[in-house]
């Protein structure tokens, strides 16, 4: 009888135990939430759709990654390209690039795949880099398309570059028109 009752003590405590540390745990997240600013934005717009949510996430954390040269950044828009991948793109542009790609590509690229199979793009080259100011650049770029029915083609792009929050981003983008399906414009 008295095995029976330490184990049923031994079963107590343990439940004891493992509910005050919930407990701690649920405070001490319910004092962090009350307090992050970042949190409840994220919390009071949250809809119930994960997806959603995860994506809301990911745009935002872009706000905080980047690359740290101009060539880096000509390099990662321009392979965006190649790769038909909008969020490449997306990740080389300046904030106020980032909001105007963001409302074209609801309706030219809603799934966020750009170009088109064919014909597709092969290569890019970084033609130059020039200095246009103490933090900016402009590089020219030219992109080969391919298709299995016709020769190569080339067309031009040119970037403007702009160091933001210490990263380069693409701050504005001239190109030729037939590019345009390869960037979601």
Known sequence: MRLIATVQAKRL?????????????????????????????????????????????????????????????????????KQRSAALQYAAMSDMLKEEYQKRLQTTAPNWVTGISSPWVDSYTIVSMKESGANSRVAELTFALLSSGSPAQTYNASLLLAEQNGFWRVNGITMDEQLYPYTGF
């Not at 717009?45 to 809301?56: A, C, D, H, L, P």
């Open 13 to 81: 405590l343990s439940s004891a135990l493992i509910f005050t540390v919930l407990a701690v745990l649920f405070l001490l997240g319910f004092a962090l939430f009350r307090h992050d600013e970042n949190a409840k934005a994220v919390f009071s717009t949250w809809n119930g759709n994960v997806y959603q949510t995860k994506s809301e996430l990911l745009m935002e954390a872009m706000r905080y990654v980047g690359v740290c040269s101009p060539e880096a950044a000509a390099s990662l828009w321009a392979e965006g390209l």
